[in-house]
């Protein structure tokens, strides 16, 4: 079974993680490839991994970001000029394939799976343990008429994004046609942490979570604190760090250290 199911499969009591969310909850963070250091990605995904990450999303670097902030911006404009490729992504995931357990979330933009050709995009996924993909500017027709299948047959899951301005009937047409779970962005904006979610932000929450859709979602965008995070996570299967995860690598190009900032951010 793929990776993911497998997780959001696996009793509430065996998700305990040991790190600063409600119980039974998951907590995935993401980090750009190749930021702050061309070949830091085997030692961010195996820490993470040793400190009870349940899974993780690994970016892509691509000079035209559209859906992230300055935070994941830069991190790529860092990692780009490292000289970090999709190519040599692929070698460093395939280096430690074999000491991988969680999910791997690949998160890029559609110009550079095309450029490196869709179906050997999907290939080489399943070559270096990678367990499922997010595409945000990829549309969902070509999702369904071209990508689909090609993921279908590798057995990758291709992860949709919805916000608060996606329409019920849109929502309920992803939920049919994905597999994995959902990306519920929690605001119409870019990545970057935020200190509060409001009202308006907690009832889209409430109101795609009272849909009982068949996938499980995921939260992220803006989770940053206690407040944050907990909010996530109890109108959903969990939450995703991003921007505050970076941040905090840039700033100690050391993992553990990141973390460690991390979850006593996550504590206030």
């Known amino acids: 079974m793929n990776k993911i199911n497998q997780l959001f499969d696996s009793p509430l009591e065996q998700r305990g993680t040991g790190t600063p969310s409600l119980p039974g909850k998951l907590l995935s963070l993401y980090f750009c490839a190749g930021c702050p250091e061309l070949n830091m990605t085997a030692d961010?995904?195996?820490?993470?991994?040793?400190?009870?990450?349940?899974?993780?999303?690994?970016?892509?670097?691509?000079?035209?970001?559209?859906?992230?902030?300055?935070?994941?911006?830069?991190?790529?404009?860092v990692a780009l000029h490292n000289g970090m490729t999709l190519s040599l992504l692929f070698d460093q995931l395939e280096a430690i394939k074999q000491q991988v357990t969680i999910p791997l979330v690949l998160m890029g933009y559609l110009n550079v799976v095309m450029h490196y050709g869709i179906e050997a995009f999907f290939k080489r996924?399943?070559?270096?343990?990678?367990?499922?993909?997010?595409?945000?500017?990829?549309?969902?027709?070509?999702?369904?008429?071209?990508?689909?299948?090609?993921?279908?047959?590798?057995?990758?899951?291709?992860?949709?994004?919805?916000?608060?301005?996606?329409?019920?009937?849109?929502?309920?047409?992803?939920?049919?046609?994905?597999?994995?779970?959902?990306?519920?962005?929690?605001?119409?904006?870019?990545?970057?942490?935020?200190?509060?979610?409001?009202?308006s932000k907690v009832a889209y929450f409430e109101r795609i979570n009272a849909m009982n859709l068949k996938n499980p979602r995921m939260?992220?965008?803006?989770?940053?604190?206690?407040?944050?995070?907990?909010?996530?996570?109890?109108?959903?299967?969990?939450?995703?760090?991003?921007?505050?995860?970076?941040?905090?690598?840039?700033?100690?190009?050391?993992?553990?250290?990141a973390i460690d900032q991390l979850y006593e951010a996550l504590g206030k």
């Open 219 to 257: 939260i992220g965008f803006g989770i940053s604190n206690k407040q944050t995070l907990q909010s996530a996570q109890a109108n959903a299967a969990g939450a995703i760090i991003g921007s505050k995860f970076v941040t905090l690598l840039n700033e100690t190009h050391n993992a553990d250290q």
């Open 125 to 199: 996924c399943v070559a270096c343990g990678v367990s499922g993909c997010i595409i945000p500017d990829l549309p969902f027709k070509d999702y369904m008429d071209v990508v689909k299948p090609i993921a279908d047959k590798y057995d990758v899951r291709v992860i949709m994004m919805i916000t608060p301005e996606t329409s019920a009937e849109r929502v309920r047409f992803i939920d049919e046609h994905t597999n994995g779970f959902i990306y519920m962005v929690s605001s119409a904006s870019v990545t970057g942490a935020q200190t509060h979610f409001n009202e």
């Open 44 to 77: 961010v995904i195996l820490t993470l991994q040793r400190r009870g990450i349940s899974m993780i999303e690994v970016g892509i670097p691509f000079s035209d970001p559209l859906a992230d902030g300055p935070v994941v911006q830069s991190a790529g404009t």
